[in-house]
């Protein structure tokens, strides 16, 4: 049987660390449009872990989409803002490990 090298065995290890560490993990993705369904493109969306107060944020893409991955369960705020348009507050949202929250929002002008 033949033995693994120090640095196979490393590597095997810490691979097998971010595997089970991404498992306990979730997202919320969503779209954003305006008031007419038209995709917004740049929108700012951060989410808030309500018992902690950590945040993460990214940017819709062309198509509206957005989605913020490797969240830890928990209750979270999803803000979103784009230039041109009042920001929207989702207040409580539940991310809960193999769920995919869907937090579609709808942006109406300034």
């Known amino acids: ?3 693994l090298s120090p640095i196979a065995l490393a590597c095997v290890l810490s691979l097998t660390a971010i595997v089970f560490a991404q498992l306990g993990t ?17 929108a700012r969306v951060v989410v808030k872990n309500k018992a902690t107060g950590q945040t993460r944020e990214t940017t819709s893409a062309d198509d509206g ?4 991955q490797n969240l830890l369960p928990a209750t979270y ?8 348009f009042a920001p929207v507050v ?4 539940d ?3 193999g769920e995919v929250p869907t937090v579609n929002v709808s942006l109406k002008p300034a």
């Open 26 to 42: 979730a997202r919320i993705s969503g779209t954003v449009s305006d008031s007419t369904g038209a995709a917004v493109a740049q």
């Open 90 to 93: 989702v207040d409580s949202v």
């Open 65 to 68: 989409v957005y989605t913020i």
């Open 77 to 84: 705020e999803v803000r979103v803002e784009a230039r041109g």
């Open 95 to 97: 991310v809960r490990v």
């Open 1 to 3: 049987m033949r033995r």
